[in-house]
């Protein structure tokens, strides 16, 4: 793989990672309701996820999907009800970050990286992008090194991405502020995740 390969490869990562989403709304919430220990959990649960992601793009686990229609159509659908149960308990406060705050219970790192990592399974926008956009580069990675930039580029992208929210989020000035808007973060974050779930629905 060449450096300009591997510097489209890197663009594109960043570009996935910076895509807000349910990823962000996750993150976001364990941010607050956890702190800074739980971010970074969810974080890099969350990375470990991309970069599966990337590895069965890598051995054409990805190109099967693609061609068979029903279970794609499966996977989007589990994605899609997982999205719904997130953003329904956000509305409802129920497990979200204000219902965190209220009771005063602590969101364990365990809970925070566990989330990360489903959300970042079972969404079906990440399965679409690697299929879509991802797997092109598995030509131009014939040698160890070329599949060892393909799996890791990704992953160390999404993960550093989600850390630097983290930090930000955590600054105790701004933590403030936000956990104050609890209840409004969880409202918005449960419609933004309910209308993912509805499009995913609509377009599979």
Same mark, same amino acid.
């Given at each position: 793989m060449t450096f300009t390969v591997w510097l489209s490869l890197l663009t594109i990562s960043i570009l996935g990672a910076m895509s807000p989403g349910p990823s962000l709304a996750t993150v976001a919430k364990h941010t607050l309701a956890g702190g800074r220990k739980n971010g970074l959990a969810a974080a890099w649960a969350h990375a470990c996820g991309i970069g599966f992601y990337a590895f069965?793009?890598?051995?054409?686990?990805?190109?099967?999907?693609?061609?068979?229609?029903?279970?794609?159509?499966?996977?989007?659908?589990?994605?899609?009800?997982?999205?719904?149960?997130?953003? !329904? $308990?956000? &509305? =409802?406060? @129920?497990?979200? %970050?204000?219902?965190?705050?209220?009771?005063?219970?602590?969101?364990?790192?365990?809970?925070?990286?566990?989330?990360?990592?489903?959300?970042?399974?079972?969404?079906?926008?990440i399965a679409l992008f690697f299929i879509a956009l991802f797997s092109q580069y598995v030509a131009v990675g014939s040698g160890v090194g070329s599949k060892a930039a393909i799996v890791m580029t990704p992953w160390v992208v999404d993960g550093l991405w989600y850390t630097l929210i983290t930090f930000v989020l955590?600054?105790?000035?701004? !933590? $403030?502020? &936000? =956990?104050? @808007?609890?209840? %409004?973060?969880?409202?918005?974050?449960?419609?933004?995740?309910?209308a993912l779930a509805v499009r995913v629905v609509m377009t599979v």
């Open positions: 069965i793009t890598l051995i054409g686990l990805a190109v099967v999907l693609h061609q068979s229609p029903l279970v794609f159509k499966t996977v989007s659908y589990a994605g899609a009800f997982y999205l719904a149960y997130l953003g !329904l $308990n956000a &509305l =409802r406060s @129920k497990g979200g %970050v204000a219902a965190k705050l209220e009771s005063g219970e602590r969101v364990t790192v365990w809970q925070s990286a566990q989330e990360g990592l489903m959300i970042s399974l079972l969404s079906p926008k955590s600054s105790p000035k701004l !933590l $403030n502020k &936000l =956990r104050a @808007k609890a209840v %409004v973060i969880d409202r918005i974050s449960g419609v933004v995740l309910i």
